[in-house]
């Protein structure tokens, strides 16, 4: 997967340039953002997980290269994770992880404030939490188990009202695996809200 990743990232990287010389910015703003995940995992060896509802904010630059297209990239601080029983008898088991995820998003803007949004996110775990007793499909989840780097698919829409004021939904699948040879991916529905700077 690392092989892969790294051209595959050079590649986006190295496209935005290209596409950024060509065409100067017609704009930029900053702004900051906050909201809600229902985050979960995608596990052939876990049954039925549920979801977790925790927070992320950040910020985020929106640099318009037409007055319809762009890119838009953030820096949020974001908590997810899961939660699983083995049976209805059986203790629950919860993993939290936060993570500084970065993500480098394609915005186009298809009619007035409302635009879509997808691309890549990087995310780099800085805290984990557990509270799991249980060991289930021969998979170990105590803490400090789950892997430092995450790779996502993002994608989204959004609308931006006039005075700068906008909110959001985005979906983000986790290509990476949270602990290794586990099979088990972030799943993550976001919901929030911001505000751009003119």
């Given at each position: ?9 050079a ?14 910015l ?11 995940n229902?985050?979960t ?6 049954d ?10 950040g910020?985020a630059?929106?640099?318009?290269l ?28 919860v ?83 949270i ?20």
């Amino acid at each position: 997967m690392k092989q892969i990743l790294l051209p595959l990232i050079a590649t986006i990287l190295f496209c935005i340039n290209s596409f950024a010389q060509d065409r100067p910015l017609q704009s930029a703003l900053l702004g900051f953002k906050g909201g809600v995940n229902f985050a979960t995992v995608s596990a052939k060896n876990i049954d039925n997980p549920e979801f977790i509802i925790d927070f992320y904010v950040g910020f985020a630059i929106e640099a318009m290269l037409t007055e319809k297209f762009g890119f838009q990239i953030e820096t949020v601080y974001s908590r997810q994770g899961f939660e699983f029983e083995q049976s209805p008898t059986t203790k629950q088991g919860v993993l939290k992880i936060g993570y500084i995820q970065v993500p480098v998003l394609a915005k186009a803007y298809l009619f007035e404030g409302f635009n879509i949004q997808g691309g890549l996110q990087l995310g780099f775990k800085v805290h984990e939490k557990a509270s799991i007793d249980l060991v289930r499909s021969q998979l170990d989840l105590n803490t400090n188990t789950s892997n430092r780097f995450d790779f996502q698919l993002v994608s989204g829409i959004e609308y931006k009202f006039k005075n700068g004021f906008f909110i959001q939904a985005r979906y983000s699948y986790g290509f990476s695996e949270i602990i290794d040879d586990s099979e088990i991916h972030n799943s993550v529905l976001s919901a929030g809200v911001g505000f751009m700077f003119y």
